[in-house]
């Protein structure tokens, strides 16, 4: 048995690396042929490391249930599939693809972690991989979505003030919503989307002196709504997605260059004003003096990816569940602890990946509040893998943000497919666009061409 | 018309001046560029983590997966520089793992131990016992088929003839002995006495750990050991009287045997009168009266800088467990006839057998303090060497303009002093010897220094707990353990 789960770690190490080469292959590629083929080896990749991981555990555990719950992601995988292909031809699959890798190997970490979480993240992200799917059709129909910024922004305030009356506490942050007495929510989660929406709508607008201090100043007040939240992850988000969603929608270095300028004076205010920000600090800058309490976690963090070294411990061979919340914000270290650093620097490539897709559609979107809202969808996705990896390994404080697809919490799982959707949408319309485009103006400009000018 | 108008609309929607269009390009572009280069500071930093900080973060005795590891690996030895088996791991007929210690008592507190907690090198390189060299196919292979890896060896900078010799020498006195390199740090011999043998330490915890008869056997007393320096402490003094008088050379005092001062009276050794000395021979006799003259005029302020120089009233420089030593002279809290004593190492001023053997090896070694190891290098169980320590240097104590001088007042500490015994050897030695006085008990006896005194090889420290003179019981141990290491 160790001889199988010994090889089956070094062996999803390969696939997962050849998934992620693969997925650079057709980012780069331009020969439709050579794309294709690297999709299906993408495919193929994505089932194999789903079926080896969960192999590996059975083999451990010996435990039923995990089979079904292994079929049930095997068929949502497989509808996604063929489903938003039918249904959207103009997606981009690789993004899809990606999604599915990750949701793969949050399921199966998951699963090795806690199969009651894992059960729970399973349905709740079949229930939004469904919803996602009306997403595209929702962004190309209705137009009008674009009109109603300041009531996005108003709803999004009004909810994270509602939370800081009745929410409840847990981790330190006041952010959860229970609702009707029978789950919780993270409205932030949700709020999130508003906020894009919000800004991107604004800003599509126009983009004058005064408008930039109107809307600049309800950004604020939602940071300011998730600092009294103690949510700080989440009010640094914010602030960075508005930041960057005002860079790019005024083109403007000096606005950039202030606002982080600005930032860093906010959380220098911030750390001498709060106690919860000192210590974040301190535990970061000396973990293991503070071993005992503050620095406990990062320290559990670190000794899980060192001990894991280059090619982890394997599945169920190490020792994650000593780490504080190991399934949600510091669900790297666990990866990293089993599967091993390499897989964990894959996994960094994958997001990397992943970005540059998105600002890609970003990019080529000549609609400016479809391109504002992806912009500020994709800087959102980014900052938050920076902010949740750098803090579990110490490479900034940790803030106690989750992994986008892979952390535990339905919440975020839903906003984050979600946003993916969206940005799918976006990029169907304009890919459909394109071609009846094409087609109209035979002989005449085509989209497409324009751009390289 | 119409349709002009139409077309008009439709350009405003659909298209704008691809000057515009340049420039959202050229901002969404800076946008990757400073995500792609977040991401790639934090891979670097990830793999930075992996490659160099690791190793002593989960070498922390918090990380609980030592004994996972434990399970996959067959823990490594601890050899000694000349190839002796310190510390290995056996497996006996019922295929139980069992840490052996070849030779007893004798490494206990350095190498350390596995049971009851982990000391000495077993804890500070744990991680490196347990850990397999990982690269090679056949490491792989015995993962994957189930067999457990030999684990990495320890390479100790220890010489077992010295080690085996200082053991011997120091016989059932209470003491310790410590050789070091003088030009490396590197630790040749440490051994203490009252030890004990962590071969049967589960057995024998209980009455080890209850100590009733003040033993302390689990102490190293050659880095935990705090004693009174006694006369050692003048190559302090020395070199704050040389540093506050540059016409040092000229110095004459006229010695009576014993001096007083506000009603405290200063001996020298046995009331002896030395008559007419100069500096070098006020050292090499070991005045008391000079010295504690001396001390007078010591500005407290300096004294203790220079003492802290020399790293008293902190941790010593090294990966071994030790306690720091103490100068405790202090402007406003402490008077003349303290300063007085301090000069000649009675005082309240303590020191450890190692960091003494440290100061030996600064002068040695012109002046510059080495860090003190004990680890010379890591190697897989096939014997590949995996990693190497180097020497640090710790401090730079003097010049070397002052290290050739107490060099030569330690050299005429053997020539025409206290250490006279050590005289006819076929190398030169220099040194001091110490008389630590005690209260209603045998004085402790110091001796440190090193040899050859032109080109020193090996410095070191002995004490003697409660035995007598220096010259007497100190000097003796040292002869044995230079010849064992000369010839």
Known sequence: ?453 | MMKNKKNENNDILSQKPSVNKDSERKTILSIVYIFVGLFVLMMGYFAYFLLVKSDDVINSTYNLRHDVLAKRVVRGKIMSADGKVLAETIIDNDENEIRSYPYGDMYAHLVGRVMRGRTGIEEVENITLLTSYSNSAEAMYNDIVGVKNPGNNVVSTLNHKLTQVAYDALGNDWGAVVAIEPKTGKILAMVSKPSYDPNDIDDNWEKLSEDKDNESPLLSRASQGLYPPGSTFKIITALAYIRANPNYMDYSYKCNGSTEYEGMTINCSNKKAHGNVDLKEAFAKSCNTAFSTIGKDILINDFRSLSESFFFNQPLPARIANYPSSFLLKVGESGVKETMQTAIGQGRTLISPLHNAMIAAAVANGGVIMKPYAIDRIESAGGRVLKGYIPEEAAVAMTSKEADYLKSMMRSVVTDGTASRLKNFDYKIAGKTGTAEQEGKDSHAWFIGFAPANDPKIAISVIVENKGSGSEYALPIAGKVFDAYFN
């Open chain 1, 1 to 453: 048995m160790h001889f199988v789960v010994e090889l089956t770690k070094y062996l999803m190490l390969l696939i997962f690396g050849a998934y992620t080469y693969h997925a650079f292959r057709v980012s780069v590629k331009k020969n439709k042929n050579t794309r294709a083929i690297s999709l299906r080896w993408m495919t193929c990749f994505l089932f194999l490391f789903h079926f080896t991981g969960y192999f590996t555990m059975y083999l451990q555990v010996q435990n039923n249930k995990l089979v079904w719950l292994y079929g049930g992601e095997l068929l949502v995988f497989i509808l996604v599939l063929s489903l938003y292909k039918i249904i959207y031809p103009g997606i981009s699959e690789l993004l899809l693809r990606n999604m599915l890798m990750l949701l793969s190997l949050g399921y199966i970490i998951l699963t090795r972690l806690s199969f009651d979480k894992a059960v729970r993240q399973f349905l709740i992200s079949a229930v939004a991989l469904g919803l996602g799917l009306l997403v595209p059709i929702f962004i190309q129909k209705y137009y009008d979505i674009r009109k109603y910024g300041w009531i996005y922004g108003i709803i999004g305030i009004f909810f994270l003030v509602l939370v800081l009356l009745i929410g409840t506490e847990s981790y330190g942050a006041t952010s959860w919503l229970t609702v009707f007495g029978l789950f919780t929510i993270q409205p932030t989660e949700f709020v999130k989307l508003l906020f894009v929406l919000c800004i991107a709508s604004l800003f599509s607008e126009g983009t004058d002196f005064k408008r930039v201090c109107a809307v600049t100043a309800m950004a604020g007040a939602t940071v300011l709504a998730l600092v009294f939240q103690k949510d700080l992850g989440g009010a640094l988000i914010f602030f960075v997605t508005y930041i960057f969603m005002l860079y790019g929608a005024t083109g403007k270095p000096l606005y950039l260059f202030f606002g982080l300028a600005g930032g860093s004076l906010a959380s220098w205010i911030a750390y001498s004003l709060f106690d919860h920000v000192k210590v974040r600090v301190m535990a970061w800058r000396n973990p293991f003096g503070y071993i005992d309490k503050e620095g406990y976690q990062i320290s559990q963090s670190l000794f899980a990816i060192g001990t894991g070294g280059w090619f982890g411990m394997g599945l169920y061979q190490g020792l994650p569940t000593t780490i504080p919340v190991v399934d949600s914000d510091f669900i790297f270290s666990a990866i990293s602890e089993e599967f091993g650093g390499l897989l964990a620097l894959c996994l960094i490539l994958l997001y990397i990946n992943c970005f540059l897709i998105l600002i890609n559609i970003s990019l080529k979107t000549s609609d400016d509040f479809y391109r504002l809202l992806s912009l500020g969808f994709t800087v959102m996705f980014g900052f938050q893998i920076f902010l949740s990896i750098g803090g579990v390994i110490k490479f900034i404080p940790s803030t106690g943000v989750t992994l986008p697809f892979i952390s535990s919490g339905g919440s975020s799982m839903v906003a984050t497919i979600i946003m993916f959707m969206v940005i799918q949408g976006i990029h169907s319309t304009a890919n459909t666009k394109m071609s009846v485009k094409a087609a109209a103006s035979l002989g005449g400009e085509i989209y497409d061409e324009k751009q390289k000018k």
